[in-house]
């Protein structure tokens, strides 16, 4: 793994996810992760980072997302989350789904599950393993009290048409002003990850949440430079960005 922070107009490598997203270890975090290319992988990178440090981590979501291997059917009782943690830092909890995903546990449930751990980090809408997406009238589902919004997107988009590339692709289309033929470029992906009809869609809604980009897949040098290059329109846009390669 590697992530980097785009800080002071260049590009610094960073040992950690959390350090580059700029998160208080010692406070209590929510944390819902919005659009493709990566969330559920950059979700757990973080949560394994965090429950090391010895915080108690909440993994869930707020419409679907895929399946790990351990994690709690929740049928309402908030017992057996806490008599988990007793032996485990992360735990992830929702309600077994079809085709191998988990489902909501409900907004009010939600809401609750922060008083059990030190974080809670949310995957808040889907992609359907897509790099790019814009969010449909109903997405994402993002709670009032939560602390950061993370927008991912894959730089593995770049040069390929929205219709091919791109969940909701009407949607992407009425953003960028683009046609589904047209191919992603470098500043297409920095306005879906800053604009307010894109990821950064209902951070209003929120208290005082705030908001990190993050470009993933950058797994060579040539994508490194692209990712640089978004990385400056997003700072025009006063959007802090992180750049992430999991490839091991």
Same mark, same amino acid.
């Given at each position: 793994?590697?992530?980097?922070?785009?800080?002071?107009?260049?590009?610094?490598?960073?040992?950690?996810?959390?350090?580059?997203?700029?998160?208080?270890i010692n406070e209590k975090n929510i944390i819902s992760f919005v659009g493709g290319g990566g969330k559920t992988t950059s979700i757990y990178t973080l949560a394994n980072e965090l429950s090391s440090l010895g915080k108690k981590v909440l993994v869930t979501t707020t419409t679907h997302m895929h399946m790990p291997k351990d994690y709690?059917?929740?049928?309402?009782?908030?017992?057996?989350?806490?008599?988990?943690?007793?032996?485990?830092?992360?735990?992830?909890?929702?309600?077994?789904?079809?085709?191998?995903?988990?489902?909501?546990?409900?907004?009010?449930?939600?809401?609750?599950?922060?008083?059990?751990?030190?974080?809670?980090?949310?995957?808040?809408?889907?992609?359907?393993?897509?790099?790019?997406?814009?969010?449909?009238?109903?997405?994402?589902?993002?709670?009032?009290?939560?602390?950061?919004?993370?927008?991912?997107?894959?730089? *593995?988009?770049?040069?390929?048409?929205?219709?091919?590339? @791109?969940?909701?692709?009407? $949607?992407? @289309?009425?953003?960028?002003?683009?046609?589904?033929?047209?191919?992603?470029?470098?500043? *297409?992906?920095?306005?879906?990850?800053?604009?307010?009809?894109?990821?950064?869609?209902?951070? *209003?809604?929120?208290?005082?949440?705030?908001?990190?980009?993050?470009?993933?897949?950058? *797994?060579?040098?040539?994508?490194?430079?692209?990712?640089?290059?978004?990385?400056? $329109?997003?700072?025009?846009?006063?959007?802090?960005?992180?750049?992430?390669? $999991?490839?091991?």
């Amino acid at each position: 793994m590697k992530v980097f922070c785009y800080e002071d107009n260049k590009v610094n490598q960073k040992k950690y996810l959390y350090q580059s997203l700029g998160i208080n270890i010692n406070e209590k975090n929510i944390i819902s992760f919005v659009g493709g290319g990566g969330k559920t992988t950059s979700i757990y990178t973080l949560a394994n980072e965090l429950s090391s440090l010895g915080k108690k981590v909440l993994v869930t979501t707020t419409t679907h997302m895929h399946m790990p291997k351990d994690y709690i059917n929740f049928k309402g009782d908030i017992n057996e989350i806490k008599e988990r943690f007793k032996n485990t830092n992360l735990i992830t909890v929702g309600i077994k789904d079809r085709n191998e995903k988990i489902s909501s546990v409900g907004e009010e449930i939600a809401i609750t599950l922060i008083e059990l751990c030190d974080f809670l980090l949310i995957e808040a809408d889907g992609a359907k393993m897509l790099p790019l997406k814009a969010p449909a009238n109903h997405e994402p589902v993002i709670l009032s009290n939560t602390t950061m919004i993370v927008g991912v997107a894959g730089i *593995d988009s770049l040069g390929k048409s929205i219709k091919e590339i @791109c969940h909701r692709p009407e $949607y992407v @289309c009425n953003i960028l002003i683009k046609k589904y033929e047209d191919k992603i470029n470098e500043k *297409d992906i920095a306005n879906l990850l800053s604009s307010e009809s894109g990821q950064k869609k209902f951070i *209003d809604r929120c208290d005082n949440a705030e908001y990190r980009a993050i470009i993933n897949k950058v *797994d060579n040098e040539e994508l490194l430079c692209s990712a640089e290059k978004i990385c400056r $329109y997003l700072k025009e846009k006063e959007v802090q960005a992180i750049i992430t390669s $999991y490839k091991s």
